[in-house]
């Protein structure tokens, strides 16, 4: 079963409010209609840099999809984030675990 991506979500809005919004993001994004097509059916995900292509297109095309375009942004600005492995320390160690180790201390 096909999952449809942030970034498919966000060309099917576009789509279904304006084709000619739709294909003027997609043109602007550099992306292929066949690309676009897939991605809204599910069937392809967009690269992070397609993604925020996509994004990036959304804001200055269409303003008022701007919340959606945000959101796609930030998702793909974090998962290169995390491809990277720029993921911050203060996420890889447990915010429990200091205080735990204090307490055992004081026994």
């Given amino acids: 079963m096909p999952q449809v991506t942030t970034a498919g979500r966000l060309?099917?809005?576009l789509d279904r409010v304006s084709h000619t919004t739709y294909?003027?993001?997609v043109r602007t994004a550099?992306?292929?209609s066949e690309q676009a097509g897939e991605c809204m059916a599910g069937v392809l995900k967009l690269k992070l840099s397609e993604q925020l292509r996509v994004a990036e297109a959304?804001?200055?095309i269409s303003p008022e999809?701007?919340?959606a375009a945000t959101r796609l942004r930030t998702q793909a600005l974090a998962a290169r984030s995390f491809e990277n492995g720029e993921?911050?320390?203060s996420h890889s160690d447990a915010p429990?675990?200091?205080w735990?180790?204090?307490a055992n201390l004081r026994r």
Avoid: F, K, S, Y
Wanted: net charge negative; proline share 4%.
């Fill in 100 to 102: 735990e180790r204090e």
């Fill in 30 to 32: 550099g992306i292929t």
């Fill in 11 to 13: 060309l099917q809005d």
């Fill in 96 to 98: 429990v675990l200091p």
């Fill in 65 to 67: 999809h701007t919340r």
């Fill in 23 to 25: 294909e003027a993001v």
């Fill in 58 to 60: 959304t804001m200055l």
């Fill in 87 to 89: 993921v911050a320390a």
